[in-house]
């Protein structure tokens, strides 16, 4: 079908713009963006994609203050319309790679904002991200991370915040094509069903972590097996737009890592982490949660028909709520677990960024296997 996005000289395959090159019905493109305040009253996230080949745009916000997480999620037919908004919600690049408007408008679930990202980096290119077992593709995406600082105004649960760039710091990420967890139908099982099935399949732990400090940007990702062994390491160091190190990427080729968890769960405490970069340099940090939010249930990443991609209808905003002082609502929430934390690191710099992780089995922390 052709639409006025087909006048933009940007095609990619030979076909119109509403269509894409895989047929896969998880094939998508997402916006994620997570910031936080360093005064540690409140985390934000939100998020946005679009699935052609399901007819489908979804996104979500979710807050966390004051001990509960916040929660909205909106879905819309795709259709022809290709603006990045879902009723209330709405996302425009402003200009590409350096400002970007978000905004919810006020409505019935507690969270609504006008907020700017503006990046304080050039981005971080992920190595390409492909893995297949029992000949099906199960992840074929690319994806860049970018660190930058926010104003505007936030409110939650009825309290407002003037946010500022020297307070409000954050990341964002940019991701396209096919990855699990997005725009798969989840059928009938349960969350815990779920994870049990993820521990069974021999997934281990997951890190991925953007985070910045005021010379440099960081991040680094893991895949870890339960016996401990990392099989997958990318990562690298970004400096300041115009800055005499704009155009140089320092990439971590290892990555050392050791966390402490609270009894009886998989919520983490602190961390330590040792980062080899390229030419041998090594660079260890200490890392401190400040708040968290848990995106599997609370933003669709994990169980229920809410799930990223499914069709929930031509226009649909929901949320809820969740109290994280109920140990046994904790219980159910921590598979994902993303965090907005302090690193500090053994040179003396301090730094605020994004510290997620995904708990599968792992023997050396002691989450079984199945």
Known sequence: MITEWDDLLIHQIISTMDHVESSDPRWHDRH????GDTKGEVLLGIGMGVYPNRNVMDGLAV???????????V???LGRDRYTAIGPLRIDVVQGL????????????DISFDLSFESTMPPFEEKPHFQRRKGRTLR???RYNQSGRFRGTLTVA?????????????????SWGLRPGQGEQPGDLTHQQRHDLIRRSGFGLYHYNPTQFPEYSLFYMINERPDGRINAVDGGLRFPWGSKR???VVRVTRVEHEM??????????????ELTLEGGRVKCYSVKPILPCYLAQGGGYGDSERWHGSYRGKLVVEGDKFDLTDEEELARLVYANDYFAEWRCDDGEVGYGQFEYLMGASDRFGFPRY
């Open 246 to 248: 704009e155009d140089e």
């Open 158 to 174: 009825g309290r407002t915040w003037k946010v500022t760039p020297e307070r409000f710091w954050g990341v964002r990420d940019r």
């Open 260 to 273: 402490e968890f609270i009894p009886g769960t998989p919520r983490f405490r602190s961390a330590r982490l």
């Open 63 to 73: 807050a966390t203050i004051d001990g509960a997480q916040y929660n909205v999620l």
């Open 140 to 142: 074929n995406n690319a």
């Open 32 to 35: 994620w963006f997570h910031l």
């Open 75 to 77: 879905s819309r037919e």
């Open 98 to 109: 350096r400002t970007l408007h978000l905004a919810l408008a006020p409505n019935d679930h």
